[in-house]
């Protein structure tokens, strides 16, 4: 069964920490992606990865960081945390793209979110 | 450039309704792939459907059908006979053709729904 995992359901930190959100998945997925989820929002885009040590910047990259030393793990890193990065973060993996559809036709599969509150 | 717009936040629905949740969508490909996604209360995101620009034609699973109209850019789901189990917040997304690399997903906001019991 197809599996994304983060390392925390709940956080608390405070402002000015460095925080380290973790993301792996047991699939042998090419790509994986970062996302926040905030009320009236939807899912923004924070990075994307194509390959161990490729990354890619989203849609909201500013304040956050990211490391993929291993095909199967992705971090997001929060250098300095700051209040208005309280958020769900979610991770999600993909398979590369196949044939003519391409990697646009696969889902993601994402992982059950990390709700990240910062005092 | 791409958009997803779910212009219904929030939706409730006594049990055994039936419901249409909208999604209208902006793009300048001509190839491109639209999802649904469900979010129950654990959180996780599940995957529903994949649709591909060249097939219109609508889809039906058990209570679930989906109606593509490339004429008016919308992709609707219509849950059926509304259970309590159907309560969630519920995505569509779109995928353009045209991506290198990894196919970014461009997701609107989401409507809730809350069946009733």
């Known amino acids: 069964d197809v599996k994304v995992t983060q390392s925390s359901r709940y956080l608390v930190k405070r402002t000015g920490e460095k925080v380290f959100l973790e993301c792996v998945q047991d699939?042998?997925?090419?790509?994986m992606f970062w996302y926040r989820q905030d009320p009236g929002l939807g899912l923004r885009l924070i990075y994307f990865s194509y390959d161990v040590k490729m990354k890619e910047k989203g849609d909201i990259p500013e304040g956050y960081s990211v490391s993929r030393e291993k095909k199967e793990r992705f971090s997001l890193i929060l250098e300095s945390a700051s209040t208005n990065q309280t958020s769900m973060y979610l991770c999600a993996s993909s398979p590369e793209g196949q044939g003519i559809m391409g990697a646009s036709y696969n889902e993601q599969f994402f992982g059950p979110g990390t709700r990240l509150t910062v005092l | 450039a791409q958009k997803v717009t779910q212009a219904q936040t929030e939706i409730s629905v006594v049990e055994k309704e039936d419901v249409t949740l909208d999604c209208v969508y902006e793009?300048?490909?001509?190839?491109?792939?639209l999802f649904w996604y469900k979010q129950p209360p654990s959180g996780e995101l599940v995957f529903l459907i994949r649709r591909n620009s060249f097939d219109e034609q609508n889809e039906i699973s058990g209570r679930y059908s989906w109606n593509f109209q490339k004429s008016t850019s919308s992709f609707n789901f219509t849950i059926t006979a509304s259970q309590v189990v159907d309560s969630a917040v519920y995505f569509c997304?779109?995928?353009?053709?045209?991506?290198?690399?990894?196919?970014?997903?461009?997701f609107g906001t989401g409507t809730r729904l809350t069946v009733i019991p």
């Open positions: 997304a779109l995928s353009e053709a045209g991506q290198t690399g990894a196919n970014n997903l461009f």
């Open positions: 699939m042998d997925h090419e790509n």
């Open positions: 793009t300048r490909d001509t190839t491109y792939y």
